[in-house]
């Protein structure tokens, strides 16, 4: 069965330093895919970053980068510079076929 | 951009009520899921549909049925409801495919059964 792991239920972190949240998952199937995704406390919920089991470069978006090392199975969100607004959940999720499974989540809180 | 909207942002039922919790999508996507998020727990996937009449079992389905009689819309319901089932409700939907195709989410029903 597949399964993520995020084992940062809470982080604080000062603003503009760089945060890295954990991820790491479990699956015996070659093809997959993994996303990022904000919660932040209004409930919803934004996508982030992807990065394919595939893909030989490490995903970016903006101050986002994913820090994917397969052998590991370690897929880690690294955020640059934080800034307050960053303040959220976020998920880490895996995508098998159709189907896409998500971690506890990671309470992220940015200082002043 | 998409648009996935769920008909009810709070709800309070009854134990044993039948309740129904609905899920619209405006982009033709395929696939549709259902999730519940509890403090600690994440997101748990109850069912997914990947067609119009198609369902499979997520990871919690006991409890649960859904219903996709149109390719937009996508039902939930508890048969009858128990306390347990107080939570969040997230609907979504993307693309279907081998490429990627980041889940779009409704804004959540909060579920409360007394």
């Known amino acids: 069965a597949q399964k993520i792991t995020q084992t940062q239920p809470g982080m604080f972190v000062q603003e503009k330093e760089a945060v890295t949240l954990d991820c790491t998952y479990d699956t015996s199937d070659p093809s997959y895919g993994l996303f990022w995704y904000k919660q932040p406390s209004s409930g919803e919920m934004i996508f982030l970053i992807y990065?394919?089991?595939?893909?030989?470069q490490n995903a970016t978006e903006g101050r986002y980068s994913l820090n994917f090392q397969k052998a590991r199975k370690s897929a880690n969100l690294v955020i640059s510079a934080s800034q307050l607004g960053d303040s959220a959940m976020y998920f880490c999720?895996?995508?098998?076929?159709?189907?896409?499974?998500f971690g506890t989540g990671t309470r992220l809180t940015i200082i002043p | 951009d998409v648009k996935v909207t769920q008909s009810s942002r709070y709800l309070v039922k009854r134990t044993g009520e039948k309740v129904f919790l609905e899920c619209v999508q405006d982009?033709?996507?395929?696939?549709m899921f259902w999730y519940r998020q509890d403090p600690g727990l994440g997101l748990r996937l109850i069912y997914f549909?990947?067609?119009?009449?198609?369902?499979e079992k997520g990871d919690i389905p006991e409890g649960y049925s859904v219903s996709r009689e149109k390719k937009e819309r996508f039902s939930l319901i508890l048969e009858s409801a128990s306390t347990n089932q107080t939570s969040m409700y997230l609907c979504?939907?993307?693309?279907?495919?081998?490429?990627?195709?980041?889940?779009?989410f409704g804004n959540g029903t909060r579920l409360t059964v007394t």
């Open positions: 979504a939907s993307s693309l279907a495919g081998a490429f990627p195709s980041p889940l779009h």
């Open positions: 990065q394919g089991s595939y893909d030989q």
């Open positions: 982009m033709d996507h395929e696939n």
């Open positions: 999720a895996m995508r098998l076929n159709e189907k896409l499974t």
């Open positions: 549909s990947y067609d119009v009449k198609m369902k």
